[in-house]
């Protein structure tokens, strides 16, 4: 009797195990996140929200980050630096596993940071280069010199500056850099004075208001109503008789402002209006490019770099390497912070639609508008 039952109880352990196996097993990948993933938060700070570009951003990495399967708390500090300290400080204190912190003021950052290091929080620099601390693991961000070279030989083709001496012509322009808070503010600022200052110095290129170094012509918080106010001030003071030819402009916010002066001033599209550089196409610089108000702005794809900071995060959080592609240059004082370098594009009137509008970064019907 004892065999018989031994030998029921071994035929029903083989059914289940048989069964088990059978059984589907239940993927990740079915819904395309990913397990590690699962649980883990991700704090995001971002400067502001009164730049599309920030907006774009913020949207990017939280849409790719959740889709693996990451929980997102994104925050926008709008410019205020205290604002932003807080905001770290409680993502620390409400356990995030990593944070990617695009900086309004990263000298003001140094304290927090130290503490996301002691409770060994891992942190991705974004797009803003985190200086005086150890506590930055990488950066993602786009070669900002690379951004004003790229300006700056935009106009040295557009105006022909090669030639301009032996054709006995010359230039007036103006500088409107962006915010000294920034390392990319003075990375770009180098960037262009590489390409342009041969040109200042043999006359091609004039400064009547004599405005050329980085001190003089930085714009705190890249503001647009302080660029606004500035070119105002500089059209009065230095061109009552002369007219300006060249904006040169870090950003598409400045750029704006410039144009609104330079309308105030009287300079009218298609007759006096002079070329106008920008940076980040954002939709209305691109329509002010279409309408001929803008001349270029540099195309910083936010999905691109999204996608870099978020393959950072992954690595990070599964104990691999991210892919690097700068070990040089971004020292930000406590150490060399590897980084990921996406490329900056021109656009102009000539290749907007195929740069911005095939590759889907707006539609047409959003220039329409």
Do not use: H
């Not at 990451?70 to 204190?93: M, P, R, T």
């Amino acid at each position: 009797m004892k065999k018989k039952i031994l030998s029921i109880l071994l035929v029903a352990a083989m059914s289940v195990t048989l069964l088990a196996g059978c059984t589907p097993k239940k993927s990740g990948g079915d819904s395309g996140t990913d397990k590690k993933a699962s649980g883990k938060t991700i704090g995001v700070a971002m400067p502001t929200q009164s730049s599309e570009r920030w907006i774009n951003d913020g949207k990017n990495m939280k849409e790719k980050l959740e889709k693996l399967g990451y929980k997102v708390d994104l925050q926008y500090a709008e410019d205020d630096v205290q604002a932003q300290v807080s905001q770290i400080e409680n993502l620390i204190a409400g356990g995030a596993d990593c944070l990617v912190v695009a900086a309004v003021d990263s000298s003001a950052l140094v304290n927090v940071l130290a503490q996301a290091k002691t409770a060994k929080i891992p942190v991705i620099a974004y797009d803003r280069l985190l200086m005086d601390t150890d506590a930055v693991s990488y950066y993602a961000t786009f070669d900002n010199k690379g951004v004003g070279t790229t300006i700056a030989k935009y106009v040295e083709e557009k105006m022909d500056l090669k030639n301009a001496a032996a054709n006995k012509k010359s230039y007036t322009f103006e500088m409107f850099m962006g915010s000294p808070d920034d390392n990319n503010a003075k990375m770009l600022y180098d960037g262009i004075m590489e390409v342009i200052q041969p040109y200042i110095d043999s006359k091609v290129l004039v400064c009547e208001s004599g405005q050329t170094s980085f001190e003089k012509t930085n714009t705190l918080r890249w503001d647009q109503q302080t660029a606004m106010k500035r070119c105002e001030d500089i059209l009065s003071r230095y061109y009552s008789s002369k007219k300006l030819d060249l904006v040169l402009s870090a950003f598409d916010g400045l750029s704006y402002g410039c144009k609104s002066a330079l309308e105030g001033a009287g300079y009218k599209v298609g007759t006096d209006w002079p070329l106008i550089t920008g940076q980040d196409a954002e939709l209305m610089a691109c329509k002010n490019i279409i309408a001929g108000s803008q001349t270029m702005s540099i195309f910083k794809d936010t999905r691109t770099l999204a996608d870099k900071a978020v393959t950072m995060v992954q690595a990070v959080l599964e104990g691999k390497e991210p892919e690097i592609n700068d070990t040089k240059q971004y020292n930000n004082g406590k150490l060399v912070v590897p980084s990921y370098l996406c490329t900056p594009q021109a656009v102009d009137k000539d290749n907007l639609t195929k740069v911005i509008v095939d590759s889907g970064y707006y539609t047409q019907a959003q220039l329409d508008k």
